[in-house]
């Protein structure tokens, strides 16, 4: 028998204690032995709650009992996660986490610490809730040199960009909508401003090439000044507006940015839609390979903290492969990449556009005073300047092909 510790009875970690309990023959047949949770951890008391005697209120009691093998964090933020993981880790005790925004941040220094100590460090939670993709970039995929990921990973902007071209409603009111759904938080920072998704593309360059990517040198833009107007160009040009985030390399340089962009019907992207994330793998011998689910919610991000902890059960006494070194990984500027870009304008700067940016493909969705372009292949440090020179640019959004 394991004893395993959850740290945080909230929206994940009751997720977790419920998975493991109404999954319990099938994770003890997985893991190879009984898996029994022995204590949770939380601040507050529940009582009536049917797991009510497990509660803790000191950490020391968890990180002390010899018998707690298998820790499984989720309290999110910074500290005292932190403090907790380091201190279980240099016991031999594996944790297992969605936390995101530590891993970013300390992922490497625990990736280490789990090694030195005979245990792991495991976040398959941490990018894309419920959705298998750390596992197979460190194990089914690694005879493939990667080279590109590009993913929608942040389901409340998915939500609403959808929202927003199904029923031509403006930001602010699909955003009320949202958090009244619980598909966004109170404060939504975080979520419509590209900081989530620029984390986990974070941690998805991190795992890919090795090396830390740093969260706060990759460039992010949110979608706050999408209009409901940019999806009729979006729709005259075939195309969908997504929260993209991206990883690139070429030619020996790293790209890493998180950004709005035009997608279209041929990009296996295009047709997630409203919470649902995805994550495009491109390999040099797989070519693209695209993982689909549910991004977030309290049972599917569960379910793969919970296989972390059948794989940490699995794994006793040795670390599994995967997670990467306290090198930086040196991220090259990502406005080199060349790419077209939409300009609208208003109709009188038209002609002033056109002496600027020269040639260019007119995009007409019928909207009064204003007109859109499809600019020529560039890279965004000519855009940025060529753009300058116009007075009045309403929208510009990036187009991937």
Not at 217 to 234: H, N, V
Request: aromatic share 8%; hydrophobic share 40%; with cysteine.
């Amino acid at each position: 028998m394991v004893k395993v510790a959850v740290l945080g009875y909230g929206t994940v970690g009751s997720g977790i204690v419920e998975v493991i309990k109404t999954n319990q023959k099938l994770i003890d047949e997985r893991a190879g032995q009984e898996v029994d949770i022995k204590y949770i951890l939380d601040l507050r008391d529940f009582p009536g709650d049917p797991y009510e005697s497990l509660v803790v209120h000191d950490a020391e009691v968890i990180l002390n009992d010899p018998e707690v093998s298998v820790i499984a964090e989720a309290m999110g933020g910074i500290e005292p996660a932190f403090t907790f993981t380091k201190k279980a880790l240099s016991a031999g005790k594996s944790v297992c986490t969605s936390n995101k925004e530590l891993v970013e941040k300390h992922g490497a220094e625990l990736c280490k610490l789990a090694k030195e100590n005979n245990c792991n460090y495991l976040f398959e939670a941490s990018v894309g809730g419920g959705i298998p993709i750390l596992r197979p970039l460190v194990s089914s995929l690694t005879g493939d040199h990667i080279d590109a990921v590009t993913g929608i990973l942040n389901g409340t902007t998915n939500y609403i960009l959808t929202k927003m071209d199904e029923d031509g409603s403006d930001f602010d009111a699909v955003l009320k909508e949202a958090q009244e759904m619980g598909y966004a938080e109170r404060n939504p920072e975080a979520d419509v401003e590209g900081y989530d998704a620029g984390r986990k593309i974070a941690i998805l360059a991190s795992l890919v090439t090795g090396k830390n990517a740093s969260f706060d040198k990759i460039y992010t833009e949110g979608i706050t000044a999408i209009r409901p107007e940019d999806f009729a160009y979006a729709r005259a040009m075939k195309k969908m507006i997504r929260l993209l985030a991206i990883y690139r390399e070429k030619n020996g340089a790293f790209y890493a940015y998180v950004a709005p962009a035009m997608i279209g019907r041929d990009n296996p992207l295009y047709g997630v839609r409203d919470v649902f994330n995805a994550i495009l793998v491109h390999g040099n011998m797989l070519g693209d390979a695209m993982f689909y689910g549910a991004g977030a919610g309290k049972l599917p991000t569960a379910s793969a903290v919970v296989g972390d902890v059948v794989d940490a059960v699995r794994s006793l006494g040795k670390t599994l492969p995967g997670g990467w070194v306290e090198e930086e990984l040196e991220l090259t500027d990502h406005r080199v990449r060349k790419k077209r870009f939409l300009v609208v304008v208003a109709e009188e700067e038209a002609e002033t556009f056109l002496q600027v940016f020269g040639t260019c493909d007119k995009i007409d969705a019928g909207l009064k005073g204003e007109i859109g372009f499809l600019t020529k292949e560039m890279d965004e440090i000519a855009f940025e300047e060529k753009s300058s020179k116009i007075n009045n640019v309403i929208t510009r959004i990036r187009v991937e092909d």
